[in-house]
């Protein structure tokens, strides 16, 4: 699987952004997707889940009720809307698909194909 991460950019705080993560050679119906970002000088981290079913999601409990991943089989595609960005949120943005069991979805060794990135950045 081949994954493509865009949508990201410069925004004020306050503002939003929806990233997307299209997949390439293979259907994502079969996995699971993860977000994670990864901030200057810091480690990658979670941000938001979403079930191969589609209608369970987890997030980070500091995005949760900001960000919202969904996804759209028809499109091969997930999205993360992103709204009402902090500064704090300024980072690289990867998606990543695997099967993890609900106690791995935050561990980065959950998934098996990575996306390059896109970068966010909040301004204050």
């Known amino acids: 699987v081949q994954l493509q991460a865009s949508g990201g950019g410069l925004v004020q705080a306050g503002g939003s952004l929806r990233l997307s993560c299209a997949a390439s050679?293979?259907?994502?119906?079969?996995?699971?997707v993860g977000w994670f970002r990864q901030a200057p000088g810091k480690e990658r981290e979670f941000a938001a889940h979403i079930r191969q079913s589609g209608t369970n999601t987890y997030y980070a409990d500091s995005v949760k009720g900001r960000f919202t991943i969904s996804r759209d089989k028809a499109k091969n595609t997930v999205y993360l809307q992103m709204n009402n960005l902090k500064p704090e949120d300024t980072a690289i943005y990867y998606c990543a698909v695997g099967t993890p069991i609900l106690s791995y979805i935050r561990e980065e060794g959950g998934y098996h194909y990575w996306g390059q990135g896109t970068q966010v950045t909040v301004s204050s």
């Open positions: 050679g293979r259907t994502l119906s079969g996995y699971a």
